[in-house]
C-alpha cells in the first residue's frame, strides 16, 4: 500500500528535521528533557543506535551498558523529550539492526570504530 | 458561517505529539470543500436547514437529469455528493451580514473546515467497514467454545429453552450480516486544521475504510458541558458538601 499523498505531505510538515543523520551502529548521546517539578534539566543518553525504524512514525533504539546492566530506551524521531541528538562515533557494522549485541558483553560486544562523513 | 457540518474523507491515521510530548492517535480527514446547493427554511420546509455538496471531480454522465436540474436551480457546479447539515440560526448567533434568510447563507456559499477554527470537539459519522456474514463471536462478542476435546470454536450454543416457550425470543443475538452500518463518534478532539490542504485532523478512529466518505459535524454535547468531566473543573463531594454548609453558617 502506497502512503495517500496528503499523508506525504503532511508527514513532511510534522516531522522534525533538526536531529543530524546516523545510522545503525553510531554511537551517539542523546540530550533528554527531563521535568523535576516546574524545572526542566538536560540528561544525556549516550549509547550505541541499534535499530532504526523508518517512516512517519519512526524510531531509533539507543543501547547502553549502565552498571554492568545493559539498557535500551527507543526514542520516536518526534518525540518532544529529544533536545538534541549529538553523533559521537561511527562504527563498521554488517546489518541494520544490531539486536545480537544485546548477548554480547565486554570486550565481544565492541564494535570496530570508521571514519564517516 | 452559521453551517454546522461538512462532508469529509477519511485519509489515514497518524500520531502527533502536543505540548507537552504526550503522544495522539489521529485521523486525518479532508474536510470539503463543500458548496451549499439547497437552502431549506423554516417556512418552507418547516425546518432550517442546508443541503451541502462536496466538491469532488465527478463524472457529467453520472449526474442523473434530476441532480442535473437541482444544480442548476441553485447554479452550482455538480457535486460528487449531497447531504444536510443543520445551520445555527442567526438569533443564536450573530453574524457579519445577517441579511438572507436572516443568518447570512445562500446557495452556492462556499463550506470550508474554517467553520470549525473556534470548536474543540466534533461528531463525525461514517459508514462503517463491511465484515459479511459474520458468526456470533465477531458479531455480539459472545465468548465462543473450547478450543479443544473435539467442540466446535465459534458457535453460539443454545437459542432458548425447549416446550416453554416453544419459540425463540424476539432479539435473540445470531449470525447474520455485520458492518456497512451507519456508526456516530461523538466528542473527537481536534487536534489540528490545515485550511491550505482542507484537511481536520481528529484524535481517536473514524468509522470506514480509508477514503470512505463522513460526516462531520461541531459536537452536540461537548464533554465540557456534561457533569463529572475532568476538564470542567471537577468538583469534590465532600468539599462540595463542606462548602455548601459552611455559608449556610
Known amino acids: ?71 535500551e530506551r527507543i526514542f520516536p524521531f518526534n518525540s518532544k523529550v529529544i533536545d538534541k541528538v549529538e553523533k559521537v562515533r561511527s562504527s563498521r557494522v554488517r546489518r541494520a539492526k544490531l539486536f545480537y549485541l544485546r548477548g554480547l558483553r565486554g570486550k565481544a560486544a565492541r564494535l570496530k570504530e570508521i571514519e564517516r562523513a | 458561517m452559521a453551517v454546522t457540518g461538512i462532508i ?9 505529539f502536543d505540548e507537552k510530548g504526550e503522544v495522539h492517535p489521529i485521523t486525518v480527514l479532508q474536510a470539503g470543500p463543500c458548496v451549499i446547493t439547497q437552502l431549506k427554511t423554516a417556512a418552507k420546509d418547516g425546518y432550517d436547514a442546508a443541503q451541502i455538496g462536496l466538491v469532488e471531480f465527478v463524472k457529467a454522465s453520472k449526474i442523473t437529469k434530476p441532480m442535473q436540474g437541482h444544480f442548476a436551480k441553485s447554479s452550482v457546479p455538480p457535486v460528487k455528493l449531497v447531504k444536510e447539515v443543520p445551520v445555527e440560526l442567526a438569533s443564536a448567533k450573530k453574524t457579519e451580514d445577517g441579511q438572507e434568510n436572516g443568518n447570512g447563507l445562500k446557495a452556492g456559499d462556499k463550506v470550508l473546515v474554517d467553520i470549525f477554527s473556534d470548536e474543540k470537539y466534533v461528531d463525525v459519522v461514517g459508514t462503517s467497514k463491511g465484515r459479511g456474514f459474520a458468526g456470533v463471536v465477531r458479531r455480539h462478542r459472545f465468548g465462543g467454545g473450547p478450543k479443544s476435546h473435539g467442540h466446535m470454536f465459534q458457535v453460539q450454543g443454545s437459542i432458548g429453552a425447549s416446550s416453554f416457550p416453544s419459540r425463540v425470543f424476539p432479539g435473540q443475538r445470531m449470525p447474520g450480516h455485520m458492518g456497512v452500518d451507519r456508526i456516530t463518534v461523538r466528542n473527537l478532539r481536534i487536534r489540528g486544521i490545515d485550511l491550505d490542504e482542507n484537511l481536520i485532523m481528529v484524535e481517536g478512529a473514524v468509522p470506514g475504510p480509508r477514503d470512505g466518505y463522513v460526516v462531520i459535524s461541531k459536537a452536540k454535547a461537548p464533554p465540557r458541558e456534561r457533569r463529572g468531566f475532568a476538564g470542567s473543573g471537577t468538583v469534590d463531594p465532600l468539599k462540595a458538601s463542606k462548602k455548601a454548609s459552611a455559608k449556610k453558617k
Open chain 2, 8 to 16: 469529509g474523507k477519511k485519509i489515514g491515521m497518524t500520531q502527533v
Open chain 1, 1 to 71: 500500500m502506497s502512503i495517500h499523498p496528503v499523508m506525504q505531505r503532511l508527514a513532511e510538515k510534522l516531522n522534525r528535521t533538526d536531529l543530524p543523520p546516523f545510522v545503525p551502529g553510531d554511537t551517539v548521546r542523546v540530550q533528554v528533557k527531563i521535568k523535576e517539578g516546574d524545572k526542566e534539566r538536560l540528561q544525556a543518553f549516550e549509547g550505541i543506535v541499534i535499530a532504526r525504524k523508518n517512516g512517519p512514525q519512526g524510531s531509533f533504539t539507543v543501547r547502553k551498558m549502565s552498571f554492568g546492566q545493559g539498557v
